[in-house]
């Protein structure tokens, strides 16, 4: 499995995905917003989009689907229950599904409501490689997607819950947008004593999109405050300011924190 992460370069800091087959030279493209760059790097590369897939069906992740399918005659697969928003879909999925890339690439798509209620997230197991996340909107590197058009935030702990908090700590995150740096913060404000997240938010100072790390779900666990659920000085200071009871579950806690990163 190959994977090329392609910035959009635009305000929402959008990233693209290609993931392609080494043996074919197939690919499969991954909210094409930035159709133009997706095109392009496909065409450096020498790879050809078959498929296009898309997490969910904001126009930020849709929107460049026509001009990838005028270029390339891809199929558009996505959640069967987005389908409807999204128009043009050829092949509507649920959790389970997989889609098959060429003959290496095998993605299993897991049913991850919560950024909206019709949400998928890939998870693929390279040959040799560490495994895969294209996690969309639900997970982002060291935050969690917001559920403020469309979404749920109860429905995203539980996504974050099962599958996200059952996949190999190796697995590497993919997510929709680069907002590493301004997570991290948030992280901190939670917990200031997470000397991982404080070291990860100091390597990243400087750096943009384009060159941003690529974190695995161990890291996540780290320095990601929507992971450290059960952490005491998180609790703690949600307690303090009176928006956590003594009583709370790790599900207060989570849904604590995604109303308070709202207006953070």
């Keep these: 499995m190959m994977i090329e992460r392609i910035w959009a ?12 087959c080494a043996e074919t030279g197939e690919a499969l493209a991954v909210d094409p917003l930035n159709a133009t760059a997706v095109l392009e790097r496909a065409r450096l590369l020498g790879w050809t989009i078959t498929q296009i897939l898309n997490t969910h069906e904001h126009r930020d992740h849709t929107g460049g689907n026509a001009q990838v399918v005028a270029a390339t005659g891809a199929p558009v697969l996505a959640h069967a229950a987005a389908a409807a928003r999204i128009g043009g879909v050829t092949r509507g ?6 889609i098959r890339v060429g ?3 095998e993605l299993r798509c897991l049913d991850t409501p919560g950024h909206t209620r019709a949400h998928l997230c890939l998870y693929g197991e390279g040959h040799g490689t560490a495994p895969a996340l294209f996690s969309g909107d639900t997970l982002f590197n ?3 997607g917001n559920c403020v058009n469309g979404g749920d935030p109860s429905l995203l702990f539980e996504s974050f819950a099962d599958p996200l908090g059952r996949l190999p700590a190796s697995t590497r995150v993919f997510p929709g947008h680069d907002y590493l740096t301004r997570n991290l913060g948030f992280t901190l404000d939670r917990e200031p004593s997470n000397e991982s997240a404080r070291t990860l938010a100091q390597h990243c100072e400087g750096l943009s999109g384009p ?6 779900l161990a ?7 929507f992971f450290r659920l059960d952490s005491a000085e998180v609790i703690s200071r949600l307690t303090e300011a009176g928006t956590l009871s003594q009583r709370a579950t790790p599900r207060d806690v989570f849904l604590a924190l995604r109303e308070l990163r709202n207006r953070w």
Aim: aromatic share 6%.
């Design 142 to 144: 060291a935050g969690a």
């Design 219 to 225: 890291q996540e666990h780290q320095v990601n405050v």
């Design 103 to 105: 003959k290496s690439v």
């Design 9 to 20: 370069a635009n305000e929402g800091r959008n990233y693209h995905y290609l993931i392609g």
């Design 93 to 98: 999925l649920g959790g389970g599904d997989v």
């Design 211 to 216: 060159s941003t790390p690529i974190l695995t």
